[in-house]
């Protein structure tokens, strides 16, 4: 069963803001909102997280919706190198919750 | 600072023989995490483990074997490799308190290519 739901690719120009939506409308209130990202052929790499906060950091911000049931990942300046997948992951508190299982994603491709 | 190692980068392995995939993290993670990813598609996950002496079965386990004796290592080893075992291998480890995890960091990942 899919916790979450994405758009299976986007695209962007270089140099606007990239906004990646992914909704989980069955998360539980002890689930966080993981973004990771894959570019080809590389490891994921960890982007962002946040629980009912929006959050920002270096590379991102994260807002989460106030009922929680959906998110958007924004990527203020999109370069070319942001150009990969990008997997919107919930986990939970403790245990089995942290298995950290990745769906399908969407592929994002920055054009010049 | 290492993070994650994975060795092999690269192996090519005969149908019927067996190999041992090597992960090593030197965070003081307590979670590991063994994936594979086929051509063109996303990451399975096929074992996890929540500390030394603990491991549990992910969506794609058949095939593979897991230990678990210290935090640092996380080996999977591969029984009677089979050409549905071709793929890209990736390890991760990540650290937990109980409420969230920190991001989870990632190897290099393995090729393997059994034929």
């Known amino acids: 069963d899919a916790k979450t739901t994405q758009p299976p690719s986007m695209d962007c120009a270089e140099g606007r803001a990239a906004n990646l939506p992914c909704n989980h409308s069955?998360?539980?209130?002890?689930?966080?909102v993981y973004w990771y990202r894959q570019i080809h052929s590389q490891g994921p790499q960890y982007i962002i997280h946040g629980l009912k906060n929006n959050e920002t950091n270096e590379m991102a911000s994260l807002i989460i919706t106030e009922d929680r049931k959906s998110s958007t990942l924004i990527l203020p300046h999109a370069t070319l190198r942001d150009t990969a997948v990008y997997y919107c992951?919930?986990?939970?508190?403790?245990?089995?919750?942290?298995?950290?299982?990745f769906g399908k994603g969407t592929l994002l491709t920055v054009n010049p | 600072n290492a993070g994650v190692t994975q060795t092999p980068k690269f192996r090519i392995l005969k149908i019927g023989q067996s190999m041992t995939l090597q992960c090593a993290q030197d965070?003081?993670?307590?979670?590991m995490y063994w994936y594979r990813q086929d051509p063109g598609m996303g990451l399975k996950l096929i074992y996890y483990s929540v500390g030394a002496g603990i491991t549990d079965k992910g969506e794609v386990p058949n095939g593979y074997n897991v230990s678990r004796s210290t935090t640092e290592d996380f080996p999977l080893r591969l029984e009677l490799a089979a050409p549905s075992q071709t793929s890209v291998y990736f390890c991760?480890?990540?650290?937990?308190?109980?409420?969230?995890?920190?991001?989870?960091?990632f190897g290099q990942g393995t090729r393997l290519t059994v034929v």
């Open positions: 991760a480890s990540s650290y937990s308190q109980g409420a969230g995890a920190t991001e989870a960091f």
């Open positions: 965070m003081n993670h307590n979670y």
């Open positions: 069955t998360i539980s209130g002890n689930e966080y």
């Open positions: 992951i919930l986990m939970g508190s403790g245990g089995s919750n942290y298995k950290l299982t």
